[in-house]
């Protein structure tokens, strides 16, 4: 049994931010049943490219391993029926659509509990339900703008930039996922369901953390740094090497005493106002100046070596094809491996959750779902239509009266 092998979550997600919450809970064992609107030809993650098949993409499937699609219209009479049926055997609805979405659909707590007093009803949207801007689209993209993010990145004379990943996305989507098992847990213990009104300007906002602090409280300006350079703690930043970048960082003094002996530099340990971490904060420029000329005077792995022996936290600035080489992400099984009918064999990364001894083998996983492929086993199986009942479902509409261009 896996951990959440009791649970069955309704997802009406699109794009990255939704489909990754509901994939983390998929991959520990929910059974994640992703409505898609046949009218508009379902996730438009399924047609995000460079690489797409027909109704596929590796962009699509890097987000819905392991989960269920059933098309479904449930703006219509019909439709809507169904759905209601499905909800009255599930335990969450999720979804990740703008603010007033939520009540347009009727798919709040208010409007599903008649059907099922203890369903969860959780919306990750860009600025919340409860918002002046809920009824405004919003992307990972303008939100690491809106949050400052974006002013904190990059090199100090350069333009503002954004993060390489989508992690206001992903971020949003691991703490819906925490804030929709919390609300489960209530509802199993209560017997009664909530909502959850999750937002990405609120993710974006919270994890500025300690420049937020420092800002609110003592009114410091945080700005960017050279070198991807930590903020108060020095040295611990990109360092350039003879022949690449490597990432050198003291967060203990400790560290700073081992740098130095692997520096050849000892004098910078007895050196006044050097010992500390404000001493060095006060003396960056001279002391940074000093450090990188001596790391470009040997190549990357001579210095990573020799830091690795002496417990200096360091690393090498892979490229994305040299952080999927390193032999530590097979060891810890992030790498996984599905069959589909238009890739073949599909490579990606696993989960970072972990539930089970240490160690222990994963599951196989189970590829993203086609379009609609999984109707059979909902509606019948789980539902129980007839096939009369189903060829009624289809003449009303409930499942789409036709699929416009992919992608539309």
Known sequence: MRPLSDVRIVSIEQYGAGPFASMHLADLGAE???????TVGGD???????????EDSLFFESFNRNKRSLGLDIRSETGREVFERLVAKSDVVFSNLRGDVPEKLKIRYEDLRSVNPAIVCCSLSGFGMASSRRNEPSYDYMLQGTAGWMHLTGEPDGPPTKSGLSLVDYSGGLIAAVSLLAALHAARRDGRGTDCDISLYDTAVSLLTYPAAWYLT??????RTRQSAHPSLVPFQNFE??????????????FWTRLVEVLEMPELAKEDGLSTFAGRRRQREQLLEQMEARFRERPAEEWLKSLREAGVPCAPVNTVAEALADPLAMERGMIVETEHPRFGSVRGVSTAVRVGPPGADRPVPRRAPQRDEDSGYVLEELLGYSEAELAQL???GAFGAGVPQAGR
């Open 394 to 396: 289809r003449q009303s």
């Open 32 to 38: 994640v049943i992703k409505i898609e609107d046949p």
């Open 241 to 254: 090497t003879a022949d690449r970048w490597i990432v050198v960082g003291c967060a203990k003094e400790k």
């Open 44 to 54: 438009v993650g399924r047609y995000v490219p460079p690489f797409t098949e027909g």
């Open 218 to 223: 003592a009114g410091h300006q945080p700005e």
